[in-house]
């Protein structure tokens, strides 16, 4: 009811200030678009006079004594797009356009024509009916905004309430948190100080139980050798213990530096399989490295993905009796990722136990726990190593067929990323003086594919997966063009296209939209460029570029858009 209320007035108002400026005049209704939402559409045009002071009208600084200006600034805020163009001696051209409710049906052809019809049997002479019609809505507005007004009061007053027990509320949490900061500081640095005080005496212990065995001071006897074995293991396994809890201090406390370089895979999979084949104590498993593609190469902290991938196969070599283990390297090209994996036939992990095996001194009982001791520090540790390298670990296990444990990385590690990120990448833009090119689009593959297409051209991608990212991206950079997808997660781009265009200061970009959607007569209708059908040709998305960005989004290019057969040959299976 309120946007019939705003239509209605905008139209009369507009249509009165033809009546007394021009004389005569036409106005054109149209219903534009064949998807959801669509768009209500209404040219207003005469040739009269025109107006001699537009730009000073839209920018509020004409001051009229006739009220001429008032009615176009009231107009052009009550509908959702609007564009006028006046020529001075030649007349006047108004565009308005209005969404339809997200949930109205879509009107038809056949629709529309009884629509037509029924308006057309209506009697000439219906002005006061008319009148006393806008009257009954137009009080039911009033008190529809009456209401609203008191339940926004009501809301407020609730809000406030709110708001002083939230505040109430962080202050609480605030302080919690500070107790949790010096908590795992202090558990930190306790750590760090137990490994290293640890150090020593367990060296010491390795060294003499070393000598004993080696009979520097004299021959021992069996038992004796038996006994210094134990102590030697024992001594072993808390040496290790120790490095884990100092690898986690050093990580928690922000103190470990990713040394990323460039490696073959494949090389590091030969040194893997010659570090951990000694490991093997029985002929019924077998341990098998699946060879990666010999020019795979990715470039991160070559030491630390050996520690995770060294971790799940020492796990598997404990945990497995017979069968075997495989490792392997997959190649996520989509993704920009690698995903190591680490498979056995052993024991198998239930689901309620995967929640926690990755906690700190968490571990799963079984019967193989009398024969191999662990820490349960192993997997902690790979989680926030993995973490470290901007990836991330993963278990898929049944009990009693297996378990497959995942590392995936980023082919290449950025240094960047943390704290430091947004400056560097403020200044990798400021260095590379390419044109800007807005490109939303939420899918990865495109995404890749338009990075491609404008790789070594004069244009500059920045990608945004939804129209909030878009908005944030443009406040940093304004662009020179906008690629825009109209489905993105849920939701549609079609309210941002016509934001665009109805705002004086953007809508001289040019918007090329690039979509699954065939709505092309609405897309143009709200102010768009050129639109496409997916999948886009590299040529059709430089050609138009170059043509929008050279001569601006004033004139819709005939190369981008008039040619519809050559963009309906983009579809897949045309």
């Known amino acids: ?56 009208i839209l ?29 001075p001696g030649k007349g006047t051209d108004i565009t308005l356009q209005k969404f339809f409710p997200r949930e109205a049906p879509l009107l038809t052809g ?92 367990l060296s010491s212990i390795r060294a003499l139980a070393k000598l004993l ?28 213990l120790v490095n884990d809890l100092l690898d986690l201090a050093k990580i928690e406390a922000g103190k470990v530096d990713v040394h990323a370089n460039t490696f073959n895979v494949a090389d590091l999979f030969s040194a893997l399989r010659g570090m951990l084949r000694p490991l093997l104590v029985s002929e019924s498993l077998n341990l098998t490295f699946i060879d990666p593609d010999p020019a795979l190469e990715m470039h991160t902290d070559e030491g630390k993905l050996s520690q995770i991938l060294r971790n799940f196969i020492s796990n598997a070599l404990k945990f497995t009796e017979t069968g075997a283990i495989i490792v392997s390297a997959t190649p996520l090209p989509q993704e920009g990722m690698i995903r190591f994996s680490v498979s056995d036939t052993g024991l198998g992990i239930s689901a309620e136990d995967q929640q926690f095996i990755f906690e700190e001194f968490s571990q799963v009982e ?92 004069e244009f500059r991608a920045m990608f945004a997966r939804s ?8 406040e940093q950079d304004r662009p020179a063009a906008v690629i825009l997808d109209i489905l993105l997660h849920g939701e549609n781009s079609w309210h941002w296209l016509a934001e665009l265009k109805n705002d004086p200061l953007r809508r001289q970009v040019p918007v090329i939209i690039a979509t699954e959607i065939e709505d092309e007569r609405k897309g143009l209708a709200l102010g768009a460029d050129a639109y496409y059908i997916k999948p886009l040709l590299q040529a059709q998305l430089l050609s138009t570029l170059r043509t929008l960005t050279q001569h601006g989004a004033g004139a819709k290019t005939q190369a981008a858009m008039q040619d519809a057969p050559r963009r309906m040959a983009t579809q897949p299976g045309n």
């Not at 009884?114 to 008319?130: F, H, K, R």
């Not at 520097?216 to 808390?238: H, P, Y």
């Not at 470290?388 to 590392?407: H, I, M, N, W, Y």
């Open 59 to 87: 920018a509020g600084q004409y001051e009229s004594q006739t009220g001429m200006g008032l009615g176009i600034l009231g107009a052009r805020r009550l509908m959702d797009r609007f564009h006028i163009h006046s020529v």
């Open 366 to 457: 079984n019967h193989l726990q009398r024969r191999v001791k662990g820490t349960g520090l192993g997997l902690p540790l790979c989680r926030n190593l993995a973490t470290l390298l901007d990836g991330s670990v993963a278990v898929d296990s049944t009990p009693g067929v297996g378990s497959v444990f995942s590392v995936t990385l980023p082919v290449r590690h950025d240094a960047g990323t943390g704290d430091d990120a947004a400056p560097q990448a403020a200044q990798e833009t400021a260095r590379d003086q390419r044109i800007p090119v807005l490109v939303v689009e939420d899918n990865a593959p495109i995404r890749l594919l338009y990075e491609k297409f404008l790789a070594e051209t």
């Open 110 to 201: 056949p629709a529309i024509g009884a629509l037509s019809g029924s308006l057309q049997a209506l009697p000439s002479d219906i002005t006061l009916s008319e009148v006393q019609q806008q009257n009954h809505e137009l009080l039911a507005t009033l008190a529809e905004l009456k209401t609203r007004q008191d339940e926004l009061l009501q809301l407020t007053r609730e809000l406030e309430d709110t708001n002083r027990g939230v505040v109430a509320l962080y202050a609480e949490l605030d302080e919690k948190a500070d107790h949790l900061r010096r908590a795992d500081q202090m558990k930190s640095r306790f750590l760090s100080n137990m490994s290293h005080e640890f150090r020593t005496p």
């Open 467 to 474: 129209v909030r990212e878009a908005v944030e991206l443009w």
């Open 213 to 240: 065995i080696d009979r520097v001071d004299g021959e021992l006897s069996t038992e004796q050798e038996k006994q210094v074995m134990f102590i030697l293991q024992s001594a072993v396994g808390l040496n290790d």
């Open 1 to 56: 009811m309120q946007d019939q209320v705003r239509i209605a007035t905008a139209v009369s108002e507009l249509a009165r200030n033809v009546w007394n400026y021009a004389g005569t005049g036409k106005i054109h209704f149209a219903i534009e678009g064949s998807t959801a939402p669509q768009v209500f559409a209404i040219r207003i045009e005469d040739r009269g006079p025109g107006i001699a002071q537009l730009d000073h």
